[in-house]
C-alpha cells in the first residue's frame, strides 16, 4: 500500500481555470514537498512544507501557487489562473524530519492545461 | 548553483548482466547527500540508494551499489544480475544538508532484455 496517494491520477483544464491537486499521506506526517515534471524535462522541486507552513520554496513557485493542510490530512496545492506551460507531472512526496533522509512519493497527478 | 547531469538517456541491458548509470553533479558545498531513485512505469518514484557525502565507503544495496568519486563529482550507480523488474526511468538527486529541496537529473530509461 502507497505511503502517499495522489488525486486525481489525470486532470484537463482550461487555461486559466483554477485546479486543486490532492496528497493524501497514509501516516500522520509533517514534512511534505510538492515537485513536477514537464514532460521530458528534470524532475523540479516546488515547495516544502512542515506545520502549516512553508519551509522552502523554488523560484518557480510564485503567487499563482499556493499549498495548505486545511483538515490535518490532505496537502493540497492550488493552481491559480493556469497556464499553458503548468502542464506537467505534478508529485507530492512525505519526508522525515531529517531532510535529507528518503523521500516517499505518490504516483502523480499528471495535469494538461488546455 | 547546483546542477545534476545524467548524460544517457536511454541504458539498455542483458538480463543477469551488470550495468553503469553515469551521474555527474555541480557543488560548492561539502555537506551533501546523493540518491538514486527509481520510476517505474507506475510512476511512483522509489528510492534506490542514498550515500552521504561524508563517508567515502559506497552505498550498497543488495544488486545495487554506487560509485561515489567526491573529488570527481561523480555518482554511478551499478546494477549486477539484471532483472527484467530493474526496467524504469532512473533518476539521480543532490541535496544538500539541511535542506528540503533536492534536485533531480533529467533521467536515464533502463531496459532489460529478457
Known amino acids: 500500500e502507497p505511503e502517499v496517494t495522489q488525486t486525481p491520477s489525470h486532470q484537463v483544464t482550461q487555461m486559466g481555470q483554477e485546479v486543486i491537486l490532492r496528497c493524501v499521506p497514509i501516516?500522520?506526517?509533517?514534512?511534505f514537498y510538492w515537485y513536477r515534471q514537464i514532460l521530458g524535462q528534470k524532475v523540479e522541486f516546488l515547495v516544502s512544507?512542515?506545520?502549516?507552513?512553508?519551509?522552502?520554496k523554488s523560484e518557480i513557485f510564485d503567487d499563482q501557487f499556493s499549498v495548505e493542510r486545511p483538515d490535518g490530512s490532505n496537502f493540497t496545492l492550488k493552481i491559480r489562473s493556469t497556464k499553458l506551460e503548468d502542464s506537467a507531472m505534478y508529485f507530492c512526496?512525505?519526508?522525515?524530519?531529517?531532510?535529507?533522509?528518503?523521500?516517499?512519493f505518490g504516483s502523480g497527478t499528471q495535469l494538461s492545461v488546455l | 548553483a547546483q546542477t545534476v547531469t545524467q548524460s544517457q538517456p536511454e541504458m539498455s541491458v542483458q538480463e543477469a548482466e551488470t550495468v553503469t548509470l553515469s551521474c555527474t553533479y555541480d557543488t560548492s558545498e561539502s555537506d551533501y547527500y546523493l540518491f538514486w531513485y527509481k520510476q517505474p512505469p507506475s510512476r511512483q518514484m522509489i528510492l534506490v540508494i542514498r550515500q552521504e557525502a561524508y563517508k567515502q565507503q559506497n552505498a550498497t544495496e543488495n544488486r545495487f551499489s554506487v560509485n561515489f568519486q567526491k573529488a570527481a563529482k561523480s555518482f554511478s550507480l551499478k546494477i549486477s544480475d539484471s532483472q527484467l523488474g530493474d526496467a524504469a526511468m532512473y533518476f539521480c538527486?543532490?541535496?544538500?544538508?539541511?535542506?528540503?529541496?533536492?534536485?533531480f537529473g533529467t533521467g536515464t530509461r533502463l531496459k532489460v532484455l529478457a
Open positions: 512526496a512525505r519526508g522525515e524530519e531529517n531532510p535529507n533522509e528518503k523521500l516517499f
Open positions: 501516516s500522520n506526517h509533517l514534512y
Open positions: 512544507f512542515y506545520n502549516n507552513e512553508i519551509s522552502e
Open positions: 538527486a543532490y541535496s544538500r544538508s539541511g535542506t528540503y529541496k533536492y534536485i
